[in-house]
């Protein structure tokens, strides 16, 4: 039964001819297993196992001109899924894929489209002031923010020494901008770093002037405002730019849409520290929070 204090809703699960992609337009393969008993006409649901591992084609994603696709789906949070089960597993939402990362850390997209199924899945979170008594015990996924990243540990001293990873509420070039250096661990949806978010206004000189040049030319201020976070890991700087609309709100209250851009620069500070190379994607939302739970794995 699901819990009396967690709020519900009846949405359509993904079924077998639905078209899922990455945020690259790399199609995933949907093959109905589990889900195949269960049809809406004759077209099989999808439940988790189904699409756990799918094989992922065509995405043209590269790095440094390197091809770079994402190959699979790799991470299904349980808020993309329904409550009730069926041949013990639960079926995915719709309208929540895009919670679903695939394994180069971006979302998944669909269209949603009605068919003869709805399921009971829980509702989003509101983050607005809430009744006292209420549950503190719910979780908001819509916070959720969920990279990958492969760090080498190429000296044996070091193996069993955690990385630091310094953790900026907006460009790496603000210097005014508030850092945190964090220990690095495996973190999850139960255990995530609490970042606060910082906004990106015309006056912060600290922003990479070509980017904000970029950024002013194809998404107007006048219809997105631009908040940053970027990650100093290693040799890298990894700089996410999210692109929050300020009048109309998309339909999907959930995840982070990468719009694919992806660009590469080098950034070298005052004092004597080495030059590293900055890797900065963009991201639409829905919404943005002042705080952003950061999943990395």
């Known amino acids: 039964m699901p819990d009396e204090n967690v709020s519900t809703l009846m949405l359509h699960p993904v079924v077998e001819n639905d078209i899922l992609m990455c945020a690259h337009g790399g199609i995933v393969q949907l093959k109905s297993i ?9 077209i099989s649901l999808i439940l988790e196992s189904d699409l ?13 001109g390197v091809p770079a696709p994402c190959t699979m789906v790799v991470n299904i949070p349980p808020a993309a899924l329904s409550i009730k089960k069926l041949n013990n597993e639960r079926a995915v939402i719709q309208d929540y894929v895009s919670m679903i990362l695939t394994d180069k850390g971006v979302p998944l997209q669909c269209s949603p489209k009605p068919n003869k199924w709805k399921l009971a899945c829980s509702a ?21 923010f969920h990279i990958r990243y492969c760090l080498s540990k190429i000296n044996n001293d070091i ?18 901008a508030k850092s945190s250096l964090y220990n690095f661990r495996e973190t999850d949806f139960e255990n995530p770093y609490k970042i606060d978010m910082g906004k990106v206004k015309e006056s912060d000189n ?22 940053a976070l970027s990650l100093d890991i290693g040799a890298n700087i990894f700089e996410y730019i999210f692109l929050v609309p300020k ?41 943005m929070y002042e705080e952003v739970n950061l999943v990395i794995s």
Do not use: M, W
């Open 247 to 287: 009048k109309k709100k998309y339909e999907s209250n959930f995840g982070y849409l990468s719009t694919g851009e992806r660009f590469l620069r080098v950034y070298k500070n005052d004092d004597n520290t080495p030059q590293k190379t900055v890797v900065t994607e963009l991201y639409k939302v829905s919404k």
């Open 34 to 42: 589990k889900g195949k008993p269960f049809k809406s006409g004759d």
């Open 52 to 64: 756990q591992n799918a094989v992922i084609t065509g995405c043209p994603n590269s790095v440094l």
């Open 124 to 144: 989003p979170v509101s983050t607005s002031s809430s009744a006292a008594g209420s549950n503190t015990d719910i979780k908001d996924y819509n916070h959720i």
């Open 159 to 176: 193996i069993n020494t955690a990385y630091e990873i310094k953790v900026y509420n907006s460009s790496v070039e603000n210097t005014n």
């Open 206 to 227: 600290g922003i990479y002037g070509e980017l904000l040049d970029y950024l002013k030319s194809t998404y107007s201020e006048d219809v997105y405002s631009y908040k």
